[in-house]
């Protein structure tokens, strides 16, 4: 009931995510009681930009990534527990990732699709 509240105020509040995807990602490491899902992602040459959404037993979150494919680093951009039209963008550095962490899952699932 509340994510079909949830993805109704988002599409109506953010027209572009009615054509979103809505892919959950496959989490390596067990433990974390939250599910995963890409929402969007767009790719030029190496680096992907991707919105992801994590639902858990405390909320809901939105985050904005970049993802360097070649090397594997990632990015923040930003985040919300709101929605993703109250994301603040700011561009943070480029960190490497840790094996079996959500963002690990996120970096490898959304550099697999995009390259399709």
Not at 19 to 48: E, T, W
Not at 81 to 86: H, L, R
Request: glycine share 8%.
């Amino acid at each position: 009931m509340m994510r079909s509240a949830l993805l109704f105020l988002l599409f109506l509040f953010f027209p572009r995510a009615a054509m979103a995807l809505d892919l959950p990602i496959p989490r390596s490491a067990p433990g974390d009681k939250g599910a995963y899902f890409l929402m969007d992602h767009q790719r030029k040459g190496d680096v992907a930009t991707t919105l992801h959404r994590r639902e858990g037993p405390s909320g809901v979150g939105f985050s904005r990534s970049e993802i360097n494919c070649r090397t594997m680093k990632i990015r923040d951009l930003g985040y919300s527990e709101d929605s993703p039209t109250k994301m603040k963008i700011s561009l943070g550095k480029w960190y490497d990732l840790v094996s079996g962490s959500s963002k690990s899952d996120l970096a490898h699932f959304a550099c697999r699709v995009s390259a399709r």
